[in-house]
């Protein structure tokens, strides 16, 4: 028992070196405005550092909703809450309220609130957030839901493959290599790009 136990410890350190990288599709809109479409960002990076002590923070990309042209510049989370089931090996942030701030495009800063939600499932590496906030002086609340896959393992070994040959090709995050006009979030001489 106590060997499956320690076993299952090293597997989760192994993959939760306490910054994580998510790349999947963002999805960003105004439920006031029902009636227009949501955006759906693909590639989108959600970061999340994970504390020994419960508490993570979790970073957003810029979230842009084309049908009104509105753009939320990236913000963090600070003092996230999360707890881990060992037996299921998922952890889990409930429902809970948050306050940060972002830099608007007009330089100025932006209050952010709402709440949060958030689910890590390490067996198939998949997280899962969504948020309902207010940015600024904006009169709606905004939606943001992202589901993405851990990269980091994928991304350090695709760093030392390039890193040693330092030819300049391009890697997918999955480790695959790949034409250097593909597109989507790719790895060249050890450096993410999203490539648009």
């Not at 949501?38 to 842009?64: A, E, H, N, R, Y």
């Not at 881990?84 to 952890?91: F, I």
């Not at 952010?112 to 600024?136: N, Q, R």
Request: with cysteine.
């Amino acid at each position: 028992m106590f060997i499956v136990a320690l076993a299952a410890t090293v597997h989760v350190s192994a993959q939760m070196p306490g910054r994580l990288e998510f790349v999947g599709d963002g999805s960003f809109w105004l439920p006031a405005m029902s009636d227009l479409p949501k955006t759906v960002q693909k590639g989108d990076v959600v970061t999340v550092t994970l504390g020994s002590d419960g508490m993570s923070s979790i970073t957003l990309p810029q979230m842009t909703y084309t049908a009104m042209g509105v753009t939320v510049s990236s913000f963090t989370i600070t003092d996230a809450r999360w707890k881990m089931d060992m037996p299921t090996m998922v952890s889990t942030w409930e429902e809970q309220e948050f306050t940060t701030t972002a830099v608007g495009t007009d330089g100025n800063s932006k209050a952010v609130s709402g709440k949060m939600s958030a689910e890590y499932v390490h067996k198939d590496k998949t997280f899962h957030i969504i948020l309902t906030f207010k940015y600024g002086s904006m009169p709606f609340e905004i939606i943001y839901e992202h589901t993405g896959v851990y990269v980091s393992t994928a991304i350090d070994a695709v760093d030392n493959d390039v890193n040693a040959s330092a030819d300049g090709a391009s890697w997918t995050v999955s480790g695959q290599r790949v034409s250097s006009c593909s597109k989507g979030l790719l790895i060249r001489n050890g450096r993410k790009y999203l490539v648009k």
